[in-house]
Structure formats: C-alpha cells, structure tokens
C-alpha cells in the first residue's frame, strides 16, 4: 500500500508555544489530507479535511485559528498547533487519499501516516 | 445514529479460531468499505477494501459486503495472538469522505 510520513513521532513543548506537524504522501499525490486526533482509549475524531491549493475545511468544534493547516504541495500538509496547552495533548494522526481509476469509476483509499504524540507540559 | 456502527466489544477468541467482526452503516451510497487495525498508541492500518458485494479473500482475512442489507463484515481465520487489535469499519459515501465506525476491540487468546 501507499506510504504515508509524519514528523515529528514524538514532542514534547511548553504550554504557550507552538508546535508543526509535517505529513508527507511518499510515493502518492495527494490532493486530499485528513487530520484526526485521538485520545487515549477513544475513536478518530476528524479534526479538518486538507485540501491541496485551497484552504484547509474544519469539523464543527475545531478552532481553526488554534489549528493552522497549510497543503502547499499534492505530497506535504503541515498542521501547526498554536499556544498549546496541556488540554491540547493527544495523538495526532494524519491520513492521506490516493485516488486512481477513471472518471466514473475512481477509487479512493485513505492511507494513515503513524501518529505524532504531542505532551503540552 | 451513528452512519457506521460496530460492535465495540471486547471480542474474545481462542488461537486458532475464526474472527468475525461486524459492521452496519447507514448512506446507501455508501460506495467503498475499508477496515483499518490499530494497534495501542499506533495509528491506524488498511488491511481490506472491498466495493462490490460478495467476498473478497487475502491471505487469513476475508471481508464481505452486502449492500442490500448495509451491512460489511471481516473474518480472521486462524486467528492469531498478534491480530489482537482494535479493528475500524469505514464507509466511503458521497462526499468521497470516510466516515469510521468506533471500533472492535479485539483480543486472542493464547
């Protein structure tokens, strides 16, 4: 299957500071991103769709001032984390689709990259 | 309601057994149906895709799809200590956007 990046696996920051996820499609474009987050013991929670050239479509409840996404290019979108706080720990997940086939007949499969575990202290 | 639902479990099976696991889901265009494992404190892996009815069989695992009745499951044969896992339903409906079931946690038993 297709390979799906995300740096950095871990950090660790000061409530206050903000911090940068990269998510990288690897051998794919990518047109569409998808940000999750997840916290322990519980489902994906979609946080906003990422949209290459265009700006990024959040879920109902996510701040997108506090939550940056930028998809410069079919293979990078960055999600920056602004004046985090300890609330804003969890595992941040992105997901990128391949799209292949015709028009009319296109599939889509969604690849996940392995998660950045972000502690605010 | 939820569009995609799962059995959260937990879902116990001895080593060896068959796996089923099981999920409805509600758009019935609904299109493209996935299931993801996940591991504890990793993020999720595409183990099956399926869009048309029937079965589709790789390897141990077997997914199933009938759109009459929405409803998609996964088989695990010859289940393994190492497939305990939480397993995620996904449908694709018209927005092309996944939509996840919350869950089955699964456990084998040695």
């Known amino acids: 299957g297709a390979v799906v990046s995300q740096h950095p696996s871990w950090v660790i920051c000061k409530s206050g500071t903000s911090v940068k996820i990269e998510c990288r499609s690897l051998d794919f474009q990518a047109t569409t991103m998808f940000w999750y987050r997840q916290f322990p013991k519980q489902s994906l929670m979609l946080m906003a769709t990422?949209?290459?050239?265009?700006?990024?479509?959040?879920e109902q409840g996510v701040e997108k001032d506090k939550f940056l996404i930028n998809h410069a290019s079919l293979t990078l979108s960055t999600l920056t984390v602004t004046s985090a706080h300890p609330e804003d720990s969890s595992f941040y997940i992105c997901s990128a689709r391949e799209v292949w086939g015709l028009a009319g007949r296109k599939s889509y499969e969604q690849y996940f990259g392995p998660g950045t575990r972000l502690t605010v202290t | 309601q939820k569009e995609v639902e799962q059995n959260s479990g937990p879902l116990s099976v001895p080593e060896g057994a068959i796996a089923s696991l099981n999920c409805t889901y509600s758009d019935r265009g609904s299109q493209s149906f996935f299931w993801y494992r996940q591991y504890s404190g990793k993020s999720p892996e595409l183990i099956m895709f399926i869009y048309s009815n029937g079965d589709k069989e790789d390897g141990r695992f077997t997914a199933q799809l009938n759109k009459a009745s929405q409803y998609v499951s996964l088989l695990i044969r010859d289940s393994q200590p190492s497939d305990s896992a939480t397993y995620l339903c996904a449908a694709t409906g018209s927005a092309r956007q996944l939509t996840f079931g919350s869950g089955t946690q699964l456990t084998v038993l040695p």
């Open positions: 990422s949209n290459e050239g265009s700006k990024a479509t959040y």
